[in-house]
């Protein structure tokens, strides 16, 4: 059997992707035809059906799902042998392409950029800014070298690397925060009183637990789509939310009448990097873990 064409791969996967020949033609910026001859070119040189077909409709066979999985693989480990023979081997010069949550993102972006361009001058960077689950996608597929995530967090097919703390937060209007005891039990919140994040943002799933609000009647329906709106909220006395330090840190809470409670230690996320395994890069990856550490709000010491 000779070699696979490396972009008639690209073709498979995006059509996996897509589930749509046309869709997955634009994707590729070629026309359904010369897509659909690529898939069956594809089906001759493996001798294998990829695809079952029925009109207009397909599934994918069994072989098919199995080597859309393994073509991934061997996408990602060409794209990285592109970025090491550009580089011409050198680690400090290059695209990194990094994704970043957007409960990290504003409060990160613009210490994270000086310290890159101080020491790395020759990376070009590529942020993007999207929720976890699309950014670990994109991480999969090859359209990103790097994350910065909070942690813990499933990330099958990655290695992560725990950068440091970040605490969470009791907020609250500083006219309700007046009448709290010292040392307040979640319980003690009325009901419906407690806003989180809309689910897809993992920062509401780290708060839950690491502030034990799993199950509580405090915890209310409705939901904010980014910090700001949880402050604009508790600014309106409606109630109260939990806030990360590295936002209070950027000065979230200015000109608002709210306050934030002193945490007891207890309560975090971690913040960490994610990388596909196998990578070539990690003498990059490990100097930006050295880089990026100090800016968060407890640190942890990177070797």
């Known amino acids: 059997m000779r070699p696979p064409n490396l972009k008639h791969l690209h073709y498979l996967t995006v059509l996996h992707k897509e589930q749509h020949f046309l869709r997955a033609a634009d994707?590729?910026?070629?026309?359904?035809?010369?897509?659909?001859?690529?898939?069956?070119?594809?089906?001759?040189?493996?001798?294998?059906?990829?695809?079952?077909?029925?009109?207009?409709?397909?599934?994918?066979?069994?072989?098919?799902?199995?080597?859309?999985?393994?073509?991934?693989?061997?996408?990602?480990?060409?794209?990285?042998?592109?970025?090491?023979?550009q580089s011409s081997g050198d680690w400090q010069t290059g695209v990194l392409k990094l994704g970043v949550i957007p409960t990290i993102a504003p409060f990160l972006f613009e210490s994270l950029i000086t310290s890159m361009q101080q020491s790395l001058p020759q990376i070009q960077l590529k942020l993007l800014e999207d929720t976890t689950d699309n950014l670990l996608s994109k991480l999969s597929e090859g359209e990103l070298d790097l994350l910065i995530l909070a942690l813990p967090m499933k990330t099958p097919g990655c290695k992560q690397m725990v950068l440091g703390k970040d605490p969470f937060h009791l907020i609250a209007h500083k006219d309700k925060a007046a009448d709290l005891p010292e040392h307040l039990e979640i319980e003690q919140l009325p009901e419906n009183s407690i806003f989180l994040l809309q689910k897809e943002h993992c920062l509401t799933e780290h708060a839950v637990s690491a502030c034990n609000l799993a199950h509580k009647a405090q915890v209310s329906s409705l939901t904010a789509n980014s910090l700001h709106t949880l402050v604009s909220l508790v600014n309106s006395q409606m109630g109260y939310t939990f806030l990360p330090q590295m936002a209070l840190n950027k000065g979230i809470l200015q000109n608002s009448d709210v306050v934030a409670m002193s945490d007891?230690?207890?309560?975090?996320?971690?913040?960490?990097?994610?990388?596909?395994?196998?990578?070539?890069?990690?003498?990059?990856?490990?100097?930006?873990?050295?880089?990026?550490?100090?800016?968060?709000?407890?640190?942890?010491?990177?070797?």
């Open 27 to 85: 994707k590729c910026n070629v026309s359904q035809s010369t897509l659909s001859a690529a898939i069956q070119n594809l089906e001759e040189s493996v001798g294998q059906q990829l695809l079952e077909r029925e009109h207009k409709a397909f599934v994918f066979t069994d072989f098919g799902e199995a080597l859309v999985e393994r073509s991934k693989i061997l996408l990602q480990h060409s794209q990285d042998w592109i970025t090491f023979a």
């Open 264 to 303: 007891d230690d207890s309560a975090f996320r971690e913040i960490g990097l994610v990388w596909r395994m196998g990578t070539t890069r990690m003498q990059l990856f490990r100097h930006l873990a050295k880089l990026f550490a100090p800016l968060l709000p407890q640190p942890n010491d990177i070797l």
